[in-house]
């Protein structure tokens, strides 16, 4: 069956512009997550929905960070008003339940902020 | 809040030679898991370890997950150079909390041939 799939898997933007990134999760996975990876680095935590729950939304950087998910599936990652410092991979995950329950991660989308 | 520590940061080992990475948790986790993650990829989940002092084995690999649920080691037996990538453990509080699993920053594993 089909993984987890993000769109677009590269993006170049100007600083300021704003953006959006794209996650489908694996279908009938009822938990989601958002991690940034910079260069060589580590996984780091963004937000996390689990079903219809009001997500957690700890790891958000800042309140340009934003992130829906509709439907509880399709998910969005919205980066207001880009900083150079926001460039990295942006990676989403998908599991069957909860945290308990291994992740699936997509391709990851690579933000680039010029 | 919670911390996962992972040593070493880098490893480079010749090919045969075996490897180790260890990983840390500042509060008792509930589970652990491992991931590998190939350069220019994703990573992929390995295992999980639920069990105080679980060991579980995968041809060449080897975890633990530590008595206290707050330690545990990815060992590799004689490394080829498809073991090269980036091995993160991952670590899910015991205090629960929703704030998902916990990366290491991961150990960077290097194999010359």
């Known amino acids: 069956g089909a993984g987890v799939s993000q769109s677009p898997s590269n993006k170049v933007t100007e600083k300021g512009k704003d953006v959006e990134l794209r996650c489908d999760p694996i279908?009938?996975?009822?938990?989601l997550y958002w991690y940034r990876q910079s260069l060589g680095q580590g996984l780091e935590f963004l937000i996390y929905f689990q079903g219809n729950s009001a997500p957690d939304k700890s790891g958000l950087p800042s309140d340009r960070f934003s992130a829906e998910r509709t439907g509880g599936s399709v998910s969005t990652l919205t980066i207001q008003r880009t900083q150079q410092e926001d460039s990295a991979v942006y990676l989403c995950?998908?599991?069957?339940?909860?945290?308990?329950?291994?992740?699936?991660f997509g391709p990851g989308t690579r933000l680039t902020v010029t | 809040g919670q911390q996962v520590m992972q040593i070493p940061q880098y490893q480079h080992v010749q090919e045969g030679e075996d490897f180790t990475t260890y990983c840390n948790s500042s509060?008792?986790?509930?589970?652990i898991q491992w991931y590998k993650q190939r350069p220019g990829g994703h990573p992929v989940f390995l295992i999980q370890l639920v069990k105080s002092g679980e060991v579980k084995k995968q041809k060449r690999l080897t975890f633990q997950f530590g008595e206290a649920k707050k330690n545990s080691s990815l060992h590799i037996t004689a490394t080829q150079t498809t073991d090269v990538g980036t091995y993160f453990c991952?670590?899910?509080?015991?205090?629960?909390?929703?704030?998902?699993?916990?990366f290491g920053k991961g150990t960077h594993l290097i194999i010359q041939p």
């Open positions: 279908s009938g996975h009822t938990a």
């Open positions: 509060t008792t986790l509930s589970n």
């Open positions: 995950a998908s599991s069957l339940q909860s945290t308990i329950s291994e992740q699936y």
């Open positions: 991952a670590g899910e509080d015991s205090g629960g909390g929703a704030d998902g699993l916990t």
